[in-house]
């Protein structure tokens, strides 16, 4: 991209919501909510040194809720014409008159609301042109042809560039919004012939595409991991310890963030019903957020409702203290939003047993013998039993050593036996959206092979 995406200033985004809001009340709307987006964006990919794809996005929105006492409708619009706000605002006042009443519906309490947003430095656009962004992808993939005869083809290599602001606002007096970024690099090498391929990939995202990975160490790697997955072999079906790697990790703390959901809370679709103030986790066990860190991805001064975020403990010493929820779930259920409509904010799962000398290594050797996961396939999760069985790839471990490569495994087990029996934590810590944990050892799940 030779330019910024933004074709309106935050002041006039801010024009247009206060115009929604305005509308809204002449029609007799008793509260409304308006958000107002516009961002921009480039998008390559290269397969086999050769240019697959090259799109450029220009993306902007209105969407517009209005309250008629406790009866909501909604509507949007990519027209910012003035013509068009009205439409829209006539058109959600006039689904509000036809809907059903509900006592949890309406905006938050507006002491709750975050009146003056903090700059957390969420934009660093990267104006990088479609010439530049395919070299970027040639030498990510080329660095991992380059790794070993055996890289044999590739699924390609893509770059993205994202930038986008927004406004939100509501007739309790909250009005926010900021310019935010999200840059990639990645790519997905094969390795070896025939029946016998393997493919993994890696990649490298941040806000500030000062802090990418370079495209040669993303190619590197990524070759270096299908190498390693090469003549794979079976498993008989057994009981052991399993070692989740840092990026799997993470999905097992977004299981935890959805079964203590408002949404699967108050439908009691979850397997953590009641679990406030239970000991889900061991006792070494700490789950922190921090929606303020500089930078982040999951850093926002206030949530999709504007309400204010906040630094808090959800597991403590592996007793949950908090839920995650938004001002409807929360009323749902008796309580408090706690600022997470939209979802959580910078999770960091940790152990206070771990060492800064934990490393992936040293978390191979407290596993001693066992099941190294680095792939999992389907989402075979049940969040109102907790049962898990997920197909599996990865690696048997023998004495803290890598054996040999394992595939067409399935690991089986309970979310609630999974959370208690988390033995350890590593040091190798990784972020994967607005989540963060290193690799995480189990004491057992049951292996079934072929």
């Given amino acids: 991209m030779s330019k910024p995406a933004f074709t309106h200033s935050q002041d006039q985004l801010k ?24 961002g921009g964006g480039l998008s390559i990919s290269v397969r086999k040194g050769k240019i697959e794809t090259i799109e450029q996005n220009r993306d902007k929105g209105i969407g517009i809720t209005v309250y008629i006492g406790q009866k909501r409708g909604n509507a949007s619009t990519s027209d ?11 058109a959600a006042y006039n689904i509000a008159r036809f ?50 005869p055996r890289i044999t083809n590739s699924e390609g290599a893509s770059v993205h560039a994202q930038q986008s602001h927004f406004v939100a606002a509501n007739s309790r007096g909250f009005m926010g919004g900021y310019p935010f970024s999200r840059h990639t690099i990645s790519v997905a090498p ?55 790697e840092a990026p799997l990790a993470a999905g097992l703390l977004g299981s935890f963030v959805q079964a203590t959901s408002g949404g699967a809370l108050y439908r009691k679709s979850s397997f953590l019903l009641d679990s406030l103030g239970q000991q889900v986790f061991p006792e070494h066990i700490q789950i922190h957020e921090d929606p ?6 999951g850093s926002s001064p206030f949530d999709d409702e504007g309400v204010t975020t906040r630094k808090r403990d959800v597991v403590s010493d592996g007793i949950v203290q908090g839920y995650f929820l938004s001002t409807y779930s ?3 259920l008796g309580m408090q939003t706690t600022g997470n409509a939209g979802g959580s ?32 396939m389907g989402q075979g999760v049940n969040y109102v039993t907790g049962d898990y069985s997920r197909g599996a790839s990865g690696y048997w471990v023998e004495n803290g050593v890598i054996q040999y490569p394992v595939e067409e495994i399935t690991i089986a087990g309970n979310m609630r036996d999974m959370f208690r029996q988390i033995v350890a934590i590593g040091a190798d810590k990784m972020t994967l959206g607005t989540k963060q944990t290193g690799s995480i050892l189990l004491e057992s799940m049951t292996i079934a092979g072929g």
């Fill in 345 to 376: 904010h910078n999770l960091a799962m940790t152990s206070s047993l771990t060492k800064r000398s934990d490393n992936f290594v040293a978390m191979l050797k407290k596993m001693g013998t066992g099941l190294l996961v680095t792939e999992l």
């Fill in 330 to 332: 929360a009323r749902k």
């Fill in 80 to 90: 910012f014409s003035t013509q068009a706000l009205r439409d829209s605002v006539d």
């Fill in 292 to 297: 303020h860190i500089i930078g982040a991805v």
């Fill in 190 to 244: 094969i390795a070896g012939k025939g029946a016998k391929m393997q493919r993994d990939h890696w990649y490298s995202s941040q806000r500030n595409p000062k802090k990418l990975a370079s495209p040669e160490a993303i190619g590197q790697y990524a070759a270096e991991r299908a190498l390693a997955r090469l003549h794979g072999k079976k498993l008989d079906t057994r009981k052991c310890p399993v070692l989740f």
């Fill in 99 to 148: 809907t059903a009443e509900d006592d949890c519906a309406g905006l938050p309490e507006q002491e709750l609301l975050e009146m003056h947003p903090r700059d957390l430095k969420l934009c660093h656009p990267w104006l990088i042109s479609a010439e530049e962004a395919i070299e970027l992808a040639k030498r990510t993939e080329s660095a991992a042809f380059a790794v070993d």
């Fill in 15 to 38: 024009q247009i919501a206060q115009d929604m809001l305005r509308f809204a009340r002449e029609k007799g709307a008793s509260d409304a909510a308006v958000e107002i987006s516009e």
